[in-house]
């Protein structure tokens, strides 16, 4: 095998043992977090081995256990090694990368495909959002790892849209913080602390431990605002150039407002039993008047500009 070829295989390798360990702990915290400790490989396992799909046949033992730990490890490798022979590759044909992406998000949907195979109940009992969020951080750490390897892709990866991304970033942390601050205050003037982080960790994610519950809604939290703190700088990234980009901002705070009032009277009315509405409206105007000043301080040219465009206009 020539020295090149050694490479690829062993930087596949080596990223497919970051990413299944990055998974096999993340459920090993998930699982400790609930109260059974290797109950979802042992599920996963006992269904791989000896065809069990009802969660209540399945008995929490070394041998399916380090069976479908095995296999998983052999899988990621696998997935490592071809991603690694297509990063060598699109360092001569940087087209190749749009085959890196595909790849990562074919990957997702087999995974959830072969989950979806296995039953309703089963399924409910591996928890389907922690096997989306045990993946994404599996991703990221492989693509950590290959960043590291390959210097030059992330400027072919993301180029001037890095700055966008931790803009985004921050600016969703922030809008995260502060309705977790104001909650946090309202539960303590009702005399119960993490009150209503519990109960909708316990509702929407279907935890029966509180700590379990308020750790996870946490995370997905985080992850839904930073989700919409990236929409949001990539418009203000383009308002620099066109003003009127702030038009879709405005347009995107109030969407996100309308879409969050619309799930809650969809998928959780009982929230606004538990809940006062007026508070949840409040705390969604604080983070979103944050995350505005983030924005705005960030680009101190921007409102300049905006103004001298109104001005123009008139």
């Not at 033992?61 to 490592?80: E, Q």
């Not at 913080?177 to 209503?196: P, S």
């Not at 995370?219 to 702030?246: Q, S």
């Not at 901002?249 to 009315?269: D, K, N, P, S």
């Amino acid at each position: 095998m020539a020295p090149g070829q050694r490479s690829v295989l062993k930087e596949g390798v080596v990223a497919g043992l970051i990413g299944a360990a990055v998974v096999a702990v993340w459920f090993l915290i998930f699982d400790v977090l609930r109260g059974q400790p290797f109950l979802t490989p042992a599920l996963l396992g006992s269904y791989v081995f000896f065809g069990i799909k009802v969660p209540a046949g399945v008995v929490i033992a070394a041998g399916p256990i380090l069976g479908y730990t095995i296999i998983h490890g052999v899988a990621f490798m696998a997935f490592g090694v071809v991603t690694a022979a297509l990063l060598d590759a699109s360092e001569r044909e940087p087209a190749l990368l749009i085959a890196v992406l595909i790849l990562f998000a074919a990957f997702e949907v087999f995974v959830f495909a072969v989950v979806g195979a296995l039953g309703a109940s089963m399924l409910g009992a591996l928890v389907w959002w922690s096997i989306l969020a045990g993946n994404f951080l599996a991703a990221a750490a492989m693509l950590w790892y290959f960043l590291l390897r390959h210097r030059g892709l992330p400027a072919l990866l993301v180029g001037s849209w890095g700055g966008v991304l931790r803009e985004g970033v921050i600016a969703g942390l922030i809008g995260a913080a502060v309705v977790a601050v104001w909650f946090l205050a309202m539960d303590a003037v009702h005399g119960e602390a993490l009150r209503t982080v519990r109960l909708l960790g316990m509702e929407l994610l279907g935890q029966k431990s509180a700590g379990a519950a308020i750790a996870f809604y946490t995370i997905a939290h985080g992850l839904a605002f930073i989700a919409f703190g990236i929409a949001g700088a990539a418009l203000v990234a383009g308002a620099e150039k066109a003003p009127m980009f702030l038009f879709a901002l405005a347009i995107l705070f109030t969407a996100f407002e309308v879409l969050f009032v619309g799930a809650i009277l969809i998928v959780a009315r009982w929230l606004l039993v538990e809940v006062a509405a007026w508070t949840i409206f409040v705390a969604n105007l604080l983070a979103a008047a944050a995350m505005l000043t983030y924005y705005f301080r960030s680009h101190p040219g921007l409102t300049r500009r905006l103004t001298e465009a109104w001005i123009d206009e008139d």
